[in-house]
């Protein structure tokens, strides 16, 4: 029994090292603060939510230039010397295209984290969050009218979907290398598997192929359905194996790995969505 109790420790050690990984660490507003620290020449580091070195120094910085206490600590007054950019906070106007500031980049950050990214997370509402937002309320089953209200709002503070059926490693070796979540100022909205060029890429689950071919940025791409409005999808392939139409078994091989699209090396983009809901396969998979 002792040396149970003994060996138990550590493991209860790396679960505390591993959960905030896992679970979402991100705090949007802290995304919103980093936009605007960035806006105002003071911080070059990602936009991820999360309050770093490199953010602090920069709350440091801006205190400095304003000339009120230098606590690093993020209070009215903090929130006031980003002028313009921190004048509204996420709720207090209804957001829609033309509007920027705090509230935008807020916004612009819980859509990712929902599995609707927009790209450069910059607090600017232009058609690029219109579009994400107007995803968003399709797959919330709100009207669809590209404004963020309260409803819109409410939804948003509901967890992002959960992957409904358990998933196998699209590759037998898989090696992990980015992950779901906030990357530079964007949101990466799957897993990065490197692997060497030409390895096999399997099916994580059964369903039927419903794209194969290039598209952008994800350079030769397969999709496969998997019923319940769930797809699995691998990107920057740089072979094709499945036609359009096929249904294919979990563990089929769908093509090989490459470096096709936006990839700097060979490796699986590996992005699973529910009814159009980008969503973390980790939590998937085994
Ligand atoms: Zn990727």
């Not at 990602?46 to 490199?54: A, V, Y």
């Not at 089929?252 to 699973?272: N, Q, S, Y």
């Not at 969505?273 to 969503?279: E, P, W």
């Amino acid at each position: 029994m002792r040396t149970r109790a003994f060996l138990a420790l550590p493991l209860v050690l790396l679960a505390a090292t591993v959960t905030p990984l896992a679970a979402a660490a991100w705090d949007p507003g802290v995304a919103a603060l980093q936009v605007g620290l960035h806006a105002h020449g003071l911080y070059a580091g990602p936009i991820d939510g999360i309050t770093g070195p490199g953010t602090q120094k920069a709350i440091r910085k801006l205190q400095s230039h304003a000339r009120i206490a230098v606590d690093g600590v993020v209070g009215p007054k903090t929130r006031r010397a980003l002028g313009r950019f921190a004048r509204h906070r996420l709720g207090q106007r209804p957001l829609r295209t033309g509007n920027a500031g705090w509230d935008v980049a807020s916004l612009q950050f819980q859509l990712a984290e929902h599995g609707f990214p927009s790209g450069g997370i910059d607090g600017i509402f232009g058609p690029h969050i219109d579009g994400a937002l107007r995803r968003f309320q399709k797959y919330a089953g709100l009207k669809v009218d590209g404004v963020a209200g309260p409803v819109t709002l409410a939804a948003l503070r509901k967890p992002a979907a959960m992957i409904p059926v358990p998933l196998a490693w699209p590759l037998t070796m898989p090696v992990l290398g980015d992950r779901f979540g906030p990357r530079g100022d964007h949101w990466h909205p799957g897993i990065d598997l490197p692997a060497p060029l030409g390895t096999p890429a399997y099916s994580a689950h059964s369903g039927e192929v419903v794209w194969a071919g290039w598209r952008d940025g994800y350079g030769y791409l397969v999709t496969v359905a998997h019923g319940h409005g769930e797809r699995s999808m691998y990107a920057h392939l740089s072979r094709i194996d499945v036609r359009v139409g096929v249904w294919v078994g979990k563990g089929v091989r769908v093509g090989l790995i490459g470096a096709t699209g936006d990839a700097t090396g060979p490796h699986l983009h590996f992005e699973v969505r529910i009814h159009g809901a980008a969503v973390d396969p980790l939590r998937a998979l085994p």
